[in-house]
């Protein structure tokens, strides 16, 4: 075969990766921060990862060490490069489903599992893994115990339970008297980011951490869900509220954003 054939196969070839790489990197909720010292991003997966170091009180010691954290909770289009076959479904026919939706309808054990698997494709250099309770808790303290001052403001800044969601669902638990323009959950990144740069730590998905729990009325242990979600009544949209779950729990409120955790000294996302 001529070179010049070789040549337009071999491009042809690599279209599909190139496609694949372009819609990652140059969708609006995914962009990446400007200031590239302190984010990277995992060119698997395009997960963006942001250097988070989280304030010290006065007397406190130790001090909470930085950490690299997932800007973003974790997409549907990211967990199905793990898992083709994985659906979010939808909630009483709103899809949870479209690429930029944070993954819905998935266990403690696949949210794992996930972690396992992109930090054996890093070949050691990373590991992948959930953010323990405290961890989740320190990202989402800022100066002020949330942006908003009222609950009418909360849908300014979070995709919550809201007055439109109420009315269509039937919903009887107490929501949002505004409306954020999402009936369930929004494409991530629809909102403002919080003081540590990232996206949706209150509301869109409560999410899954490595934090061990008692379940209630049962002896058995399941694990903390943090942030509450798009169905959350006001009082569990806080840093401090927390739910724990069996392992095996799939839900239309729950999803999961990472850690990256470098396991070499060759630098992060180097």
């Known amino acids: 075969m001529k070179p010049l054939n070789w040549l337009i196969l071999f491009v042809v070839g690599l279209l599909p990766i190139a496609g694949l790489v372009w819609t990652f990197q140059t969708d609006p909720h995914l962009a990446v921060p400007e200031d590239s010292k302190n984010s990277w991003i995992d060119p698997l997966t395009a997960i963006i990862f942001v250097y988070v170091n989280p304030s010290c009180e006065a007397g406190q010691d130790p001090c909470p060490p930085p950490l690299w954290m997932g800007r973003h909770e974790i997409t549907n289009q990211q967990f199905q490069r793990f898992r083709q076959s994985h659906s979010s479904r939808n909630y009483r026919n709103q899809p949870l489903d479209t690429p930029l939706q944070p993954v819905a309808y998935v266990s403690w054990e696949e949210a794992h599992a996930f972690g396992e698997w992109l930090t054996q494709q890093h070949s050691g250099r990373y590991r992948f893994r959930l953010p323990t309770s405290k961890e ?109 779950f069996s392992a095996l729990t799939s839900d239309p409120r729950i999803g999961f954003r990472l850690v990256a955790v470098p396991l070499c000294h060759c630098g992060v996302g180097k």
């Open 136 to 244: 989740w808790q320190q990202v989402c303290e800022t100066r002020e115990a949330q942006p908003w001052k009222t609950a009418e403001q909360a849908c300014q800044w979070a995709s919550v339970s809201d007055e439109v969601a109420a009315a269509t669902f039937g919903w009887s638990h107490p929501t949002h008297p505004c409306n954020d323009n999402f009936t369930v959950s929004a494409p991530v990144g629809s909102f403002p980011v919080n003081e540590h740069n990232l996206y949706d730590v209150l509301g869109n998905l409560a999410e899954w951490t490595s934090e061990k729990a008692e379940l209630p009325n049962s002896a058995e242990q399941g694990y903390i869900t943090r942030g509450g979600s798009w169905f959350s009544p006001p009082d569990q949209i806080s840093c401090q509220f927390q739910e724990a």
